[in-house]
């Protein structure tokens, strides 16, 4: 990309051969002796001023000074409530256990909420997966999740703890067995006591196929959740994540019904492209529409800004990527099968460390606002999709003129010991703040 400064400046044109040579106007050369001094200040002065100029645009290239989110967001379905600007932006950040031992406290985080319980089918959590430990708790018991948990009360942020199934079988039973959820509240209750958590989130999702009963029996499930915890504690928040595409077309989630239960909303608005994708896409395209891929981010947005008040919903944002071998270099090159991978943050930058070796090349795909790369490895093509400072800035953006309540990251601890994604969130936050 070219990196190019116009530096306009006007000067005063002495000429020496002016028609009265001897006017009283010339300048002497006593005058240019006694100011040399001051001339040469002033002239540094000046230099240095458009210098840091110049250095502070080409640190910052990538940020852009004028989002395109402007001309390309549809603002006609919000009512005229929901444009006042709600500044305390949540950053909200889920760590999943098999990170804990690669996490870093960042200062802009509000939130962590620790990933996760597994949820039985009876409403207890699980202990074993597979005849195996259950890792998810045995990190919640690790000193590593403590010593967090202590940094997280040192520094005033908040911790929460995701409750999560994704088992069709036992999500249907749990939900319809008033028995399993009184077990559940026990279970909750002993988490609570045992552990600083000010915060719960349900993440229960599931591939199979859903009916209005198991809608209705979630809506039950989150408004007896809740009661309960009022009941109980003074406040402990309650948040949901769903599907881009839930309050389009429901899934398992009765979004208008669930909001009023909840003080968040997390919409996992990533995955538009899987490992299992047919084609390289983008993770998490706010453009494109149904014309390129399945849905973007603003369409969905759209349906569910009319259901659920702004401030209440986290756009949840990528710190990961996914790998394909490709056929071509091309921005939706067919994938070889069963070659997808995720691909964290820390792997795209290892990846371009070696771009000489490697052949890579560093692409943009307008359509998405999503980075790419494509690079050669014993002769085969591979393609990344992953998020950068620029599009992350994008969706910030985003975040900022439809006024949600924040954003939530999958998944801390991806992002490795870099710090380039967390600067475009600390300058945005800046921004919220004044």
Not at 106 to 132: C, I, P, R, V
Not at 319 to 347: K, M, N
Not at 387 to 398: C, Q, T
Not at 421 to 434: A, H, Q, S
Request: net charge negative; hydrophobic share 40%.
């Amino acid at each position: 990309m070219s990196k190019k400064i116009f530096i306009k400046s006007n000067a005063r044109m002495i000429d020496s051969h002016n028609k009265n040579h001897n006017s009283a106007k010339d300048p002497s050369p006593s005058w240019f002796k006694k100011n040399k001094l001051k001339i040469k200040i002033a002239v540094l002065v000046f230099v240095t001023f458009f210098a840091t100029i110049a250095v502070s645009l080409w640190t910052f290239w990538d940020i852009p000074l004028i989002s395109p989110i402007d001309s390309l967001t549809t603002f006609m379905f919000l009512s005229k409530s929901q444009l006042a600007k709600n500044n305390e932006k949540i950053i909200y950040g889920f760590l999943p256990y098999w990170n804990v031992n690669k996490f870093t406290l960042q200062k802009e985080l509000t939130h962590l909420s620790y990933f996760s319980l597994t949820l039985n089918a009876d409403g207890s959590f699980s202990s074993t997966s597979d005849g195996e430990l259950d890792m998810g708790l045995h990190r919640l018991n690790s000193d590593e999740f403590t010593e967090i948990n202590k940094d997280l009360i040192d520094n005033k942020k908040k911790s929460e703890i995701v409750v999560s199934q994704f088992n069709h079988d036992d999500i249907a039973y749990f939900l319809g067995s008033q028995t399993a959820q009184t077990n559940f509240f026990q279970s909750i209750d002993n988490v609570l006591l045992a552990y600083p958590f000010s915060g719960i989130n349900i993440d229960i999702e599931t591939s199979g196929e859903t009916n209005e009963k198991m809608r209705q029996d979630l809506i039950n499930f989150m408004a007896k959740l809740r009661k309960h915890l009022d009941e109980k504690y003074n406040h402990i928040q309650l948040s949901i994540d769903m599907y881009a595409g839930a309050a389009a077309n429901q899934q398992l989630w009765n979004v208008k019904e669930i909001e009023p239960y909840v003080d968040y909303i997390v919409i996992m608005a990533y995955d538009f492209h899987r490992s299992s994708s047919a084609k390289a896409g983008p993770v998490a395209p706010l453009f494109g529409g149904k014309e390129l891929w399945d849905g973007d981010i603003n369409g969905y947005l759209q349906a569910f800004l009319k259901v659920v008040p702004s401030e209440k919903i986290l756009l949840g944002i990528p710190f990961y990527g996914y790998e394909w071998q490709t056929t071509s270099r091309e921005a939706q090159s067919h994938t070889c099968p069963d070659t997808g991978s995720t691909a964290s943050y820390t792997r795209v930058a290892e990846i371009l460390e070696r771009e000489e070796e490697l052949d890579v090349q560093e692409h943009w795909n307008e359509d998405a606002l999503s980075p790419y790369i494509s690079y050669i490895e014993d002769g085969e093509i591979y393609v990344i999709y992953y998020e950068n400072s620029r599009s992350i800035s994008y969706k910030l953006d985003y975040v900022n003129q439809l006024d949600l309540g924040g954003v939530a990251i999958w998944a801390l601890g991806y992002e490795g010991n870099s710090r380039e994604l967390w600067d475009v969130i600390e300058r945005k936050v800046n921004i919220w703040k004044d």
